[in-house]
């Protein structure tokens, strides 16, 4: 079998590729409710931000800031060590494969790629 070319390999964005080919993360309901979600978070972290990092001293300036040159709201499992990093993945906190809500505010929250990786393998029972 030929192998990929790096280009091909590159393709998919971790994020989608972590999900395998489950096109319903392909889709535009979901693209959309994702899209509305970052948006609205975004906001509200700015604010809940601003305040850790005044509040703590424990959080960098670099941490600060290197969240800030990002568009991507918090992730909430860093936020509840008092750590400033990106979420850049929509996680339904329900699993969709346990009967959890595709679309729904209240089911979904923001994790980094590391979180949501630890979330995945134990949601996988590996
Ligand atoms: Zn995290």
């Not at 535009?28 to 001293?57: C, E, G, H, P």
């Not at 509840?80 to 339904?92: E, P, S, V």
């Amino acid at each position: 079998m030929k192998k990929p070319s790096k280009k091909e390999r590159n393709y998919l964005p971790p994020r989608e590729a972590s999900r395998g080919n489950d096109k319903f993360y392909n889709s535009t309901t979901w693209r959309s409710f994702r899209k509305k979600q970052l948006i609205q978070q975004r906001i509200k972290d700015l604010v809940t931000a601003r305040m850790l990092y005044k509040n703590n001293t424990s959080i960098s300036l670099y941490d600060y800031n290197t969240w800030l040159s990002t568009e991507h709201p918090l992730c909430v499992h860093c936020l509840q060590d008092d750590n400033i990093r990106k979420g850049n993945t929509l996680d339904h906190i329900h699993s969709r494969s346990t009967g959890g809500a595709d679309i729904d505010p209240s089911n979904v929250q923001w994790l980094c790629e590391n979180h949501h990786a630890v979330k995945s393998q134990s949601e996988r029972g590996t």
